[in-house]
């Protein structure tokens, strides 16, 4: 625990000084206090804090300032300065629209202490908007020069190329230190979070895993829009790889006997081949094994992705994130008994089997709600929406999972009254939830921890859909320090 009269670094939000305070928000932003970010400010010198960058940029920017007005000047009164003169007008606009700049926003930096995000953003569009102005004005002001000479210079005052392009470097050089200082004084807050993590990553293991899944397909799918052809074609294989899944199979099912768990071999749906654009999901199934499963992804993926990724038995996986009725996002902690990811959080699922087809099709959609009412002992009318937010991979295990959305009509008491973790066919211990805000969720999937990777998956795939690409940038280069790698999706 941390001591609360520990000097603490200041809230990464607004600057508030959290001295004194442990756990619960802040007062000034109601920030959740999540005290594993409180320890990384605090081994990374305030990495957020922003004042100390703030106060040497304010001090560059007054040096600037006072560099134009001594040097701008002088070097219009060697051209014979007139206020009549077009060209010297633009000059002396181009210079002193700049220093004007530079002392606003040394102004700015000096306070920025007290603005939001949202304030910061719009100082930094406005002064890089009047930058380019100035640095515009700089341009033409030595076009103006290079092409019409000042008024008296004489006739033999036409400048050369060389000259034309150092006067215009030197009068657009305050427009452009002013975008600069401004870019680097009002970063966004996604610039804020690549430095914060480029220096959690310093300090870091050199073998961070990085990002946990391949994000495969990604939209948010109705039924009507996820079509999809069988084929009855097997996956390939070697005589090699099939003495390896025998062994692997015997081994675990020795293991399941002495554990007295339950182990069979059963049949699945396997994905050949997936087309994803921005509204339709069409998939290419054939037949697998939950045998084949254990035997090249589930233990032996390196080895099976080596000979071919067709070798893989690759079976469809559906896992839902839970919505209740009164705003929580709920997910289960897996028990012990599980095959792959005990301990672990996990969204609610399973995969597609024998009963979830009907015709030689399988249903995605039947296949989560009966895991749904399997696992949490819910009826298939309480799921009130059911929609298909995108497929993944496990960057280890490489099995593809289709994830989803659930909301449901029941409140978060209700769905906790309803869970029997002692039920033998229970897959979770225990459910654990948290608010379906975005300020909640990243410290969630802190404090969550350990999550399978598809719990990761589901969780930022959900945000990147109501919260934007931002936030899933973001939160992603602070969970993993890099953002999931993607498949681009086919044309419509």
């Known amino acids: 625990m941390t001591d609360s009269a520990t000097p603490r670094p200041p809230c990464p939000e607004c600057g508030y000084n959290l001295t004194g305070l442990a756990g619960g928000r802040c007062p000034e932003c109601g920030w959740p206090i999540d005290e594993e970010v409180i320890e990384a400010l605090q081994n990374t010198q305030a990495l957020m804090s922003e004042r100390p960058f703030r106060l040497s940029t304010t001090a560059v920017a007054a040096a600037l300032s006072v560099f134009i007005i001594v040097g701008a000047f002088p070097l219009t009164r060697t051209t014979g300065f007139s206020w009549s003169n077009r060209f010297d007008q633009l000059a002396a606009g181009a210079a002193g629209g700049a220093v004007a700049g530079l002392v606003g926003l040394a102004a700015a930096a000096w306070r920025a202490g007290r603005f939001s995000d949202v304030d910061r953003g719009r100082i930094r569009r406005v002064l890089r908007a009047w930058a380019a102005v100035c640095v515009v004005a700089g341009v033409v002001a030595a076009g103006e020069a290079w092409v019409r000479p000042p008024a008296g210079a004489g006739p033999t005052a036409q400048t050369s190329l060389l000259e034309f392009v150092l006067r215009a470097v030197f009068f657009a050089l305050p427009g ?16 804020r979070v690549h430095r914060a993590v480029q220096r959690l990553r310093m300090l870091s293991a050199p073998d961070d895993p990085g990002a946990t899944f391949v994000v495969q397909a990604f939209g948010r799918y109705r039924a009507e829009q996820v079509t999809q052809e069988w084929h009855e074609v097997r996956r390939r294989t070697t005589p090699e790889l099939e003495a390896l899944i025998d062994r692997t199979w015997r081994v675990k099912l020795d293991e399941a006997r002495r554990s007295g768990t339950l182990l069979y071999d059963g049949e699945l749906a396997r994905l050949i081949a997936c087309r994803a654009t921005a509204r339709t999901l069409l998939l290419k199934l054939g037949p697998g094994s939950y045998r084949d499963f254990v035997g090249t992804n589930l233990y032996n993926a390196a080895a099976a ?9 690759d ?118 939830s948290c608010y379906d805000l975005p300020e909640e969720v990243m410290p969630f999937l802190s404090r969550a921890a350990p999550l399978a990777p598809i719990a990761e998956a589901s969780i930022l795939l959900h945000g990147r859909h109501h919260w934007g690409e931002e936030w899933y940038e973001s939160t992603c280069l602070v969970h993993f320090g890099e953002v999931p790698p993607q498949m681009p999706l086919a044309p419509d």
């Open 315 to 432: 079976p469809c996986g559906v896992s839902s994130n839970v919505f209740t009725r009164d705003g929580y996002l709920v997910l289960g902690r897996r028990n012990h008994r599980v095959a792959y990811h005990p301990g672990t959080l996990h969204p609610f699922g399973g995969a597609l089997e024998a009963e979830d087809r009907a015709a030689r099709r399988f249903d995605l959609f039947s296949a989560a709600r009966r895991e749904l009412c399997e696992e949490l002992r819910i009826r298939p009318e309480e799921i009130r929406d059911l929609t298909c937010i995108g497929l993944v991979r496990d960057a280890e295990i490489l099995q593809p999972e289709f994830l989803f959305d659930a909301v449901l009509t029941l409140a978060l008491p209700e769905l906790l009254a309803r869970f029997d973790p002692l039920d033998p066919k229970q897959e979770h211990e225990r459910l654990e």
């Open 305 to 313: 992705a080596e000979v071919g990724p067709d070798c893989l038995a």
């Open 176 to 191: 452009a230190a002013l975008f600069l200082l401004t870019t680097v004084t009002f970063e966004s807050p996604r610039g």
